[in-house]
C-alpha cells in the first residue's frame, strides 16, 4: 500500500527572483515536447524469463522518424520518453540510446534530449528528462535500473511511495540535475476531486523533497486525438476540460492552491505520441496539436532553465505563438517581473499586469488560422485561513490592443494582501470555463493556452 503524504507546503519562492537575473540576448518562444514514444515502447513477451523485448509493440515509430516530424511541426526540442518494464533499463542503455545518436546525427536542428516516461513507485508516470553530456547514458540507466517502478521482475515489487521519494534524493544530487514533469495526473481520477494514483498531497510532497527536480505536471495530456476519451482519461465523470486536465483547467483548484502557497510548479503540453491519428491512433504527433514553448536560447542547458524556472507557456492548435506576462508596481520603479519570476510587493500596493501575446500568422497543422475569443487574467491568494481567494478578469476583442500580429491587453489592480500569483488563460470558445470534453469532440475546435504564473511576495504570508 502507498502512503499517504501530508507534508506542509512549503514556501519555495527563495529562488523566484533568480528567473528574471539571467541574460536574455538571443533567446526566442521555442517550441517543444517532452513525452513523445519510439519504437523502444517495447512489449514483453511473457512466455521466456526473463521477459523478451519486442521491439515496436507500443509504438513503431523510429527515434529519427520522431525527430523529422517534430521539426517539420515546428518544434527544435523534444524529449524521448519511452515506456519500461521488467529489465527495461538496459534496452533504454544498450538499444534506444544509440538509436537517439542516430537521430541527433539525422536531425541536427532539433534539440533532442534523453529521457524516458518514468513509471513513479507508488503512482503512476512522469517524464524524466535527463541532461545532455557524457554522463546522460549512465545517469538514466541508473534511475531507471533503481528506482523505476516497472523494472522488476516480480511485479507490485516497488508499489512504494517512500522509494519515490529515495528516487528524488538520488536524482537530486546528480549533476548535472535532470528534470521531472509528472504526465496525466488526473487521468485515474473518478470524479472532480476524486483522485487516483496522484493526489495532491503526493505532488507538494515530491517537489518538497526535490524542488529543482520535479517541477512541474502535464496541464495538457496528450492523446489529444482520442475519439471516445479525449487524452484517454476514461472515466465518464473525470475527463478532460478543454484537453487540460483537471488538476489546471479549474479555478481555484490543485494547481492553483500549490501556486497560492508558493510552490513554483509549472504546467506544460504534450503529444504523449505513440501512433497518429492517421494510422489509426489516438495520438497527434509531436509538435501537431500540443506544444510547450520556452523562453530560452537554442541550446540544451538554457532550455533545461527556462524548463526548471517557469519561463514557459502551454498551447493547442497553435492558438498563439508567443507570450510575454509581466507585473509591476504602479508606485515603485522595481524592474517588472515575468513567468516563473516574483515580484516584491506591499500588501494593497496598486500593481499592472501586462500581457502580450502574438497570433501566428500561418495555418495550424488542420489548415485553420485560430481565432481568439477572449482572454483571461486570473490573480489568486491564499487567504488567512489558507482558503484561496481567485478573480478572474476576462479581457475580449473589445478590450485588447492590436497591432500586426500582437494583442496586448493590462489590468490595473492592488494587490492581494497576503501576496499571491497572477496567470493567463485564452481559448477561442465562448466558454465562460472550460467545459467537461464528451466523446466525438473536435479538438480542433475547442484550443486553449495556459500562462505559468507570475507570484507576487508581501512579508504578510499565511502559516501552511
Known amino acids: 500500500m502507498r502512503p499517504i503524504f501530508f507534508l506542509p507546503a512549503a514556501l519555495v519562492l527563495c529562488g523566484a527572483a533568480a528567473a528574471q537575473s539571467h ?3 538571443g533567446r526566442a518562444w521555442l517550441a517543444g515536447d517532452h513525452h513523445v514514444h519510439s ?50 533499463s538496459m534496452v533504454t542503455r544498450d538499444l534506444a540510446w ?23 513507485p507508488g503512482a503512476e508516470h ?57 504526465n496525466h495526473p488526473s487521468r485515474t481520477a473518478t470524479a472532480p476531486g476524486a ?18 527536480v520535479l517541477v512541474g505536471m502535464e496541464g495538457a495530456p496528450g492523446h489529444q486525438a482520442a475519439a471516445a476519451h479525449r487524452g484517454l482519461y476514461r472515466h465518464a465523470d473525470a475527463p478532460t476540460f478543454g484537453g487540460f486536465d483537471q488538476m489546471t483547467a479549474r479555478v481555484g483548484g490543485v494547481w492553483d492552491g500549490m501556486l497560492a502557497h508558493g510552490h513554483r510548479f509549472w504546467i506544460t503540453a504534450t503529444s504523449d505520441s505513440h501512433r497518429n491519428l492517421r494510422e489509426g491512433g489516438g495520438d497527434f504527433d509531436p509538435g501537431q496539436y500540443s506544444k510547450t514553448y520556452v523562453w530560452a536560447r537554442p541550446e540544451a542547458d538554457d532550455i533545461m532553465d527556462g524548463l526548471r524556472e517557469g519561463r514557459i507557456f502551454a498551447v493547442t492548435g497553435d492558438l498563439i505563438d508567443a507570450l510575454q506576462l509581466t507585473v509591476r508596481s504602479t508606485r515603485h520603479r522595481e524592474p517588472a517581473a515575468t513567468m516563473g519570476g516574483a515580484l516584491q510587493i506591499e500588501p494593497g500596493e496598486p500593481i499592472r499586469i501586462e500581457l502580450r501575446i502574438r497570433r501566428p500568422a500561418p ?16 490573480l489568486g491568494q491564499a487567504a488567512a485561513d489558507g482558503s484561496l481567494d481567485m478573480r478572474v478578469k476576462r479581457f475580449d476583442a473589445g478590450d485588447w490592443h492590436p497591432k500586426g500580429q500582437w494583442l496586448t ?21 465562448a466558454e465562460y470555463a472550460p467545459k467537461a470534453d464528451i466523446a466525438g469532440e473536435d479538438p480542433w475546435s475547442d484550443l486553449w493556452f ?11 504570508r499565511p502559516e501552511t
Not at 523478451?52 to 520518453?81: C, E, F, I, K
Open 363 to 378: 495555418l495550424n497543422a488542420h489548415g485553420r488560422v485560430p481565432s481568439l475569443d477572449h482572454i483571461d487574467l486570473i
Open 409 to 429: 491587453l493590462r489590468w490595473d489592480v492592488k494587490a492581494p494582501p497576503q501576496g499571491g500569483f497572477v496567470r493567463v488563460r485564452g481559448t477561442n470558445t
Open 126 to 182: 512522469a517524464s524524466l528528462i535527463v541532461a545532455p553530456g557524457p554522463q546522460e547514458r549512465d545517469h538514466q540507466f541508473t534511475i531507471e535500473r533503481d528506482y523505476s517502478r516497472g523494472e522488476p521482475l516480480a511485479p507490485g515489487a516497488r508499489d512504494d511511495g517512500d522509494l519515490m521519494l529515495h528516487a528524488l534524493a538520488h536524482m537530486r544530487g546528480l549533476s548535472p540535475t535532470p528534470l521531472m514533469f509528472v
Open 195 to 212: 483522485w487516483g494514483e496522484v493526489e495532491p498531497e503526493e505532488l507538494r510532497a515530491w517537489h518538497v523533497a526535490a524542488p529543482q
Open 39 to 88: 519504437e523502444w515502447s517495447v512489449d514483453w513477451d511473457r512466455s521466456t524469463t526473463p521477459p523478451t523485448p519486442l521491439r515496436g509493440g507500443d509504438s513503431r515509430y523510429t527515434r529519427t522518424r520522431n525527430a523529422r516530424v517534430a521539426q517539420r511541426n515546428g518544434l527544435r526540442w523534444m524529449v524521448h520518453t519511452d515506456h519500461g518494464g521488467p529489465g527495461h
Open 98 to 120: 544509440p538509436e537517439l545518436q542516430r537521430a541527433r546525427r539525422g536531425v541536427p536542428g532539433l534539440i533532442q534530449f534523453h529521457g524516458m516516461e518514468f513509471d513513479v
Open 450 to 460: 495556459y500562462s505559468n504564473p507570475v507570484f507576487l511576495q508581501t512579508d504578510r
Open 23 to 25: 541574460d536574455d540576448s
